[in-house]
């Protein structure tokens, strides 16, 4: 048969209508297959052959040229799920220059070779993070696996002066790699260890409702319970000015005067349990301006003015106090009050006054001790569906210079001891002078 006309084929139950040339699809065609799916286009010798479209019953389609009933040279591909590729084929697969464009956003433009990346070319996932360079075997050449924060740790640094910390991202064997584009969080905490209640403390961290729940998993052996780290210099100065409002100096005597003075009827009674000081950070602070999340770019970022922040409210690895030395006890089988001795009430009612302050006071402030910086891999959807292994960095914060200097006493200036029996010498000396 030679020209137009229709033929079924028995064997797979299509239909096709076109061209023929000596009984052979020869030309232009189109062929119906039994599950759904349609051809159109040029054929030679009973196959696909120059251009023409398929549409594939299970949703596929592609538009381009064909050899030998297979997708060959220039060609685009439509997947179900929303992807497609423009770009050269070879014997069926994707080779050469293309461009893919996932249904979830991403994209990669660059070398192909039998179905996956391979040459150069460019990632770039949903998240916005990219890489750009060699590719071998659907992976980068250079591949981040963990992420390093520069420098020594432990890290020393002063509670009244911000600090920096480098991040970069590295491959296995600690070479930098210029990622572009990956999110990483930053966060804080300190070492968690439960404490049962004790005589001197009913506070029990191990039965808090909700304690676990909000710790943070580390490699270290220890989990950490968050502590606020912020890097808002405007806080930060606004901080530093009420602690020097606020904090009394070790060398003038006399008691620092809080800005409400707490009710003697209401610490006698106990329900004064934290002196209230109105307008300040203690009252106002429930949420912190948080570390932003940080953008990784050429496999490095750095963040500046970092500081550690006052402890929240009733911080729980804070709230258990120092056990201190109760008060002895007064003997009431010898009497009522001993003239000069004040009751055991009053006695238990002045420290707990003193210990109120104290510890209201002390929440102001930032406490000297080991902190534990946290940075996670935080792209989503992780790129190439690996996240970087985190990195630790344990800050040990020291008193601020200013607080030094103030507790630092002068040296008094002593003068000549009181010595009775020179001063008797010197008194028998003279009158045996005078007298003689």
Known sequence: MTGNGIRFIAANGST????????HFQGNGEMKYKDGGLYSGEWDSNQRSGNGTLQ?????????????????EQGKQYYKDGSRYDGNW??????????????DGSIFDGQWKNDVFHGFGMHISPSGMYFEGQWINGKPSEMA????????SPRDAQSDQPFTIEIETHDANGNLVKD???????????KYAPVTATPQSSIDLTSDDGVEDRLIPTELGYDLFPYPICNDTAFFEMYLKECEEEEPDPTVKGKA???????????ESGKDDQASIDGSLVEERKEYPRVATVTVEDGTVTVPSLFFAPPPPNYKPFAVPEEETPPTPVDRSKSRAAPGRRSEASINARTASKLSKRSSFEEKGVRAGEYVISVRDITQPPFLGFCLEPAYLIVRLLPSAAKKAKAA???????QRWNTNRLITAAIAESYTQNH
């Open 16 to 23: 096709y209508m076109g061209q023929f040339y000596m009984g």
């Open 56 to 72: 594939e019953a299970q949703g596929q389609t592609y538009l381009g040229n064909w050899h030998n009933n297979k997708r060959h």
């Open 90 to 103: 070879h014997n069926d697969k994707r080779h050469g220059q293309g461009e893919l464009r996932c249904g």
């Open 145 to 152: 696996v963990k992420i390093v924060i520069k420098g020594a």
């Open 180 to 190: 572009n584009g990956r999110k990483l969080e930053l966060t804080a905490g300190v």
């Open 257 to 267: 005067k809080p800005k409400e003075r707490v009710k003697e009827e209401d610490t």
């Open 409 to 415: 006493k002068k040296p008094k200036e002593r003068g």
